[in-house]
């Protein structure tokens, strides 16, 4: 038998408003899964795969309510005849934010709380404890309060806790969202190390296509509340229009693979970089010797048949949208610096410096990148940019105004900051007021605060939503509230802290699709971010932060060109930029310098048409 | 910005060895005590022997300077007022407008202040030197229900977590153009909505996942006896302790009430 079994499961939420609807999320769940099977699960934002997870243990619908149909079996426990805390003695749940997850006081106790409740003798806990931790890597912090580890570490500890209870299935719900990319490699470690524990079931929710990829034995992807594709990971990623119609972020190289085959009428499936450096390594290589046969170039992932024929040029490959690192900075018509950071020295409270003697200018009109790991300054520098932190030493000058002489009010006009969480600014009853807060904290009355919110309204296609209460709204809508509320007080230069974070494909496209137009009408743009990939899409200039200081900064191309940097600062460029490099490496002359997947295809295009000897096949 | 409500000192001492609650009799017995008394000199003699205690548990200096600071405010107010409002005995040091120093009342109000700090420290000794897991246990193997322990614990481990939260929704609104410094003291508070309605938001959200990962870890298992990793036992050092806490305890008030010792704010016995 399964050792999951999920029937016709639907399920509603409880009407989230006094006299509302139930709010209907899975509507018919089929799902099997074999014991020891390693099963990822994706989907767009709200589609209910956290629901999903919660239905595994119980928790749905037992904790929630609402309306349940449908069964759901566990290790041969039907959830509707069990409490949840007998079902988590046998399915183990991490969540996605740490801090909820992890209550005691210290490492040791948090590993330990589970196996109290099930009654385990003192000596048999001290030695599951000491087990779990080590599967973690986390024994030498058992003293420690979890309250002060990393993002990753935090992680390591809640997978613990679950661990030591020996459960027959794992869920982990977006376990690495949130984290910062040496946190993200933390976490998958340990994760890809259970994996080859037969004994165990895992199931994996998660946003990154590429790390499912790599450890999954299949990937379901869920949409419309129901499970719409499921099967291996090269079947499913191989579907990328479909999955970015369904919200769900492909593995960069399996995007390639569908560019490809497109326009050059080839048949790639890729859903890691291996698979698609050995693939195009070949079909490089082959290509100038003009010895390449048949058979050699169906194993490269040419049609059997049909002649390779690269098709499709570079000019309509860049139809679309514009790849902006194709403007570089020495041809971009510069404003005056709108920032200008001059020996800037930061230090919080009693701790060690948080910034060390950085020194920048920001262009008017610019798209920057700020980008490092957690603990590196990034969020510390900007702060400095809207006054929430004043120099300790140094001086930032914001349009030629020392901004220890300026209040964050006065310059909130200057320069908008949206927070990273926008559960930290969402108080208002309605979007309309939450968006109106700000213009009216400018001193801004009647008409003018209505055109404003009617415009942002507008702009971040809210109107729908604009007399919801915001704190009510799926996380995607709530992500453009809290950047809409921003955008309303009109500030020239718009700072924003992982603006993508927890947002699927279409999210992620929609928001930074606003930002390049806004970009476009003249506002300057800086991001926070660890999603290397919008990083190489979107900023001119990209600035690596390393231990409070900057080390490295310039035109992204050129950064990401600099690999001994990025593995200083424990950066892992886009796959793309990866699969180019690693090319370029083996000899078969492809450019090192590209950023995009567009600019991959174009430029593979290019060096196979000068060869010519394709079409003389 | 890390920041922790937690007094815990991290340290391998004598006294964090012992069982809180052989600890928390100290704290009992020893604010009984000090209750007892109304004199300068035993008052200043416990101090030193309170001092000497927190020192040999390994608690850094500027933990002693801490409590000192957090206790000033209440050392000068409460000889001031004891001063202004209780003067006794005929020896007046000071006479401006109707107050009247004695030095008998400006004894009586050292003796109070010192006393109050005396008993800081009684208490201090015991949260330097137990961690809050421990506490929290100790507390339920003396009677409390485990779910109340378990609030307790829950309510120490997440005031820094919304301390925190404070501070990130008071930066996120203030960046909202939210002034927080101006106006009268209505004004202000009206100002602080904004961030106390987006807190409270946000504290729901959090207290809703973390009643779903309480029960992911099992708690509440029915049929099931909880166990505890957790040991705390009584060992010698423990009933040492003890046996010293009780006899110092009785001795002093066997000297209190039989002799009158410690009474009066300046002479050790009655009718020196």
Redesign the interface.
């Known amino acids: 038998m399964s050792e999951i079994i999920v029937d016709d499961l639907r399920f509603s939420y409880p009407p989230l408003q006094r006299g509302g609807e139930p709010v209907p999320v899975l509507t018919g769940v089929e799902l099997q899964v074999e014991g020891g099977e390693f099963l990822s699960i994706m989907g767009g934002t709200g589609v209910g795969k956290t629901t999903l997870c919660?239905a595994l243990?119980g928790?749905v619908p037992q904790?929630t309510g609402g309306r349940f149909g449908g069964d759901v079996v566990v290790a041969g426990l039907n959830t509707k005849e069990h409490?949840?805390?007998?079902l988590?003695?046998q399915v183990?749940?991490v969540?996605q934010?740490a801090?909820?997850?992890l209550?005691?006081?210290?490492v040791?106790?948090e590993v330990?709380?589970?196996?109290?409740?099930?009654?385990?003798?003192?000596a048999e806990?001290?030695e599951r404890?000491e087990w779990a931790l080590s599967a973690v890597e986390m024994a030498p912090h058992r003293?420690r309060?979890p309250?002060?580890l990393s993002g990753g570490q935090k992680q390591r500890v809640a997978i613990a806790?679950?661990l030591a209870?020996l459960p027959r299935i794992l869920v982990l719900d977006e376990p690495t969202s949130g984290l910062d990319p040496a946190g993200k490699a933390e976490v998958f470690r340990v994760i890809s190390r259970l994996r080859h524990n037969q004994q165990m079931t895992i199931v994996l929710v998660e946003q990154e296509g590429e790390k499912i990829a790599e450890f999954s034995d299949r990937v379901a992807v869920l949409h419309e509340g129901q499970i719409a594709l499921i099967g291996s990971p090269a079947d499913v990623f191989s579907q990328v229009d479909l999955l970015h119609e369904m919200g769900v972020t492909v593995p960069q190289v399996s995007e390639l693979a569908n560019l490809l085959n497109r326009h050059k009428g080839t048949r790639h499936v890729f859903t890691t970089l291996d698979d698609a450096r050995q693939a195009l390594a070949l079909a490089l290589k082959i290509a100038p010797t003009g010895r390449a046969t048949r058979q050699s170039l169906e194993s490269a992932g040419y049609p059997r048949g049909a002649p390779p024929v690269a098709t499709g040029s570079s000019a309509e490959l860049h139809q679309g949208p514009v790849t902006t690192n194709k403007l570089n900075p020495q041809t971009l018509n510069r404003g005056s610096p709108c920032i200008q950071v001059r020996h800037l020295w930061y230090r919080?409270?009693g701790?060690s410096d948080a910034v060390r003697s950085i020194s920048l200018d920001v262009e008017e009109g610019d798209f920057v990148a700020i980008i490092g790991q957690n603990g590196s300054g990034k969020t510390t520098l900007v702060?400095h940019f809207?006054g929430?932190l004043k120099p300790t030493r140094g001086t930032v000058q914001v349009y030629g105004q020392d901004t220890a002489d300026l209040?964050?009010?006065q310059l909130?006009?200057q320069v908008?900051?949206v927070?990273q969480?926008p559960?930290?600014?969402?108080?208002s009853p309605t979007v309309r007021q939450e968006i109106a807060?700000?213009p009216q904290?400018?001193g801004l009355t009647g008409d003018e605060v209505d055109r404003r919110v009617a415009e942002a309204l507008a702009r971040f296609h809210l109107a729908a939503h604009a007399d919801a209460p915001p704190?009510l709204l799926g996380y995607g809508l709530r992500r453009k509230v809290g950047v809409a509320?921003?955008y309303a007080?009109r500030p020239r230069v718009f700072i924003l802290d992982e603006p993508t974070a927890g947002l699927d494909w279409r999210g992620v496209q929609e928001l930074m699709s606003l930002l390049s137009d806004m970009n476009a009408e003249g506002h300057t743009i800086l991001l926070v971010t660890h999603d290397m990939r919008i990083v190489a899409k979107h900023a001119r200039r990209t600035v690596v932060l390393h231990e409070g200081k900057v080390l490295a900064d310039g035109n992204t191309r050129a950064v990401f060109k600099r690999t001994d940097w990025l593995t200083r600062a424990r950066i892992e460029p886009p796959q793309i930029v990866q699969l180019a490099r690693q090319l370029a490496l083996s000899g078969v002359g492809m450019p090192t310098d590209v950023l995009t997947v567009e600019a991959f295809c174009d430029a593979y295009g290019a060096h196979l048409t000068g060869q010519g000897v394709l079409h003389e096949l | 910005?890390?920041f922790?409500f937690?007094l815990y000192v991290?340290h391998r001492s004598w006294l964090h060895r012992v069982d809180p609650r052989a600890k928390l009799a100290f704290v009992a017995l020893g604010t009984v005590a000090l209750l007892l008394f109304k004199n300068l000199w035993v008052m200043l003699a416990a101090l030193v022997a309170l001092h000497a205690l927190v020192l040999s548990a390994g608690v850094p200096r500027d933990r002693v300077v801490w409590v000192w600071r957090a206790m000033l405010p209440l050392n000068l107010l409460i000889p001031a007022l004891w001063v202004i409002f209780y003067p006794e005995g005929d020896q007046v040091l000071l006479r401006f407008w109707f107050v009247r120093v004695t030095a008998l009342s400006v004894m009586r109000g050292l003796a109070l202040a010192l006393r109050l700090n005396a008993i800081a420290f009684v208490w201090f000794s015991w949260l330097f030197t137990t961690?809050?897991?421990t506490l929290v246990r100790s507390l339920v193997k003396l009677g409390l229900p485990y779910e109340w322990g378990l609030v307790l614990?829950?309510g120490?481990?997440?005031i820094?977590?919304f301390y925190g939260?404070f501070g990130?929704?008071t930066?996120?609104?203030?960046?909202?153009?939210?002034?927080l410094?101006e106006g009268r003291w209505l004004a202000r508070l009206r100002a602080y909505?904004?961030?106390l309605?987006?807190m409270m938001?946000?504290a729901l959200?959090?207290?809703e996942?973390?009643?779903?990962?309480?029960?992911?870890?099992?708690?509440?298992?029915?049929g099931?006896?909880?166990?505890?990793?957790?040991?705390i036992s009584f060992r010698l050092l423990d009933y040492v302790y003890l046996a010293v806490v009780l006899t110092l305890f009785a001795t002093l008030a066997f000297l209190r009430w039989r002799h009158g010792f410690g009474v009066h704010p300046l002479y050790l016995l009655a009718g020196w």
């Open positions: 919660l243990n928790t904790s409490p949840v805390a007998l988590a003695s183990g749940i969540f934010d801090e909820s997850q209550f005691n006081m210290t040791e106790d330990a709380f589970g196996l109290e409740s099930l009654g385990v003798p003192r806990m001290r404890v003293h309060s309250f002060h806790a679950m209870m919080y409270n701790e702060k809207n929430l209040s964050i009010g909130a006009r908008g900051y927070f969480n559960d930290h600014q969402i108080f807060f700000g904290n400018l704190a509320a921003v007080m | 910005m890390s922790s937690d991290t961690d809050q897991a614990a829950l120490l481990r997440y820094p977590t939260l990130v929704v930066d996120a609104q203030q960046s909202r153009g939210l002034d410094s909505l904004p961030i309605v987006a938001i946000s959200r959090t207290s996942k973390l009643g779903m990962a309480l029960e992911a870890r099992a708690l509440g298992l029915p099931v006896q909880r166990t505890a990793f957790r040991e």
